[in-house]
């Protein structure tokens, strides 16, 4: 089956470095995206891995290893205004995606 | 901004009614995709078309259909509307999905509330 796990609640203090994990199991697997969400919002593109590694946007960079379905966010600099839902969501040769339930990022002065 | 409307922003029906809900992709994006989010989880994949045509569908019932149209507008149909079916609508478009990187652009969302 499909299944996506990731933290439901982290914590970080502004200027902080903060890493939310994910982990997936699928067949199929065509890659991996990362998206931010704020409260009552939609969710907004931040990353994508198809390839094993390190992607780096800005203060935004996300790893990938398809071997141990494993993925990383990381955030750096942490400014007040990312506080938010982190989504990971993959997606399949058939066109499916499966979104995890977000992780809560709360980032205090 | 996406550039990927929904209308309409906020719904409310009642317990086996029907809905017709409504995304404008932008121009040029051959594949939408519909989600249902509940309070505090992920987005649910619902389908995704492509070109016109459904290809691929996650776990809902019939009851749950699309359309897509040639100018690059989508629709979410739902029939016999339940309690469990409040949630919030997003739908997503991208260029050509499944290809590989293709980033998905979602709506606003229609939040539909059934009572």
């Known amino acids: 089956g499909q299944n996506i796990d990731q933290p439901t609640e982290m914590t970080a203090t502004e200027g902080a470095i903060v890493q939310i994990n994910c982990t997936y199991q699928t067949s199929g697997f065509n890659g991996l995206f990362w998206y931010q969400q704020h409260a009552g919002e939609a969710p907004t593109f931040l990353s994508y891995?198809?390839?094993?590694g390190l992607e780096e946007k800005g203060r935004f960079s996300s790893f990938l290893s398809r071997s141990k379905g494993y993925s990383y966010l990381l955030l750096k600099e942490l400014q007040m205004k990312d506080s938010a839902s982190y989504l990971c969501a993959f997606y399949t040769n058939a066109g499916k995606s499966t979104f995890g339930d977000g992780t809560t990022l709360t980032v205090k002065p | 901004e996406t550039g990927v409307t929904q209308s309409p922003t906020h719904l409310i029906k009642t317990r086996g009614q029907q809905v017709t809900l409504r995304c404008s992709s932008q121009s040029g994006h051959n594949t939408v995709s519909w989600y249902q989010q509940a309070l505090g989880q992920g987005p649910q994949f619902i389908f995704q078309y492509y070109r016109e045509e459904e290809n691929g569908r996650g776990n809902f019932p019939p009851r749950f259909s699309g359309l897509q149209f040639p100018n690059y507008s989508s629709e979410l149909n739902v029939n016999a509307l339940e309690l469990d079916d409040s949630a919030l609508y997003l739908c997503a478009s991208s260029l050509e999905f499944g290809s590989g990187g293709d980033t998905q652009y979602f709506g606003p969302g229609t939040r539909l509330t059934v009572l």
């Open positions: 891995n198809v390839l094993d």
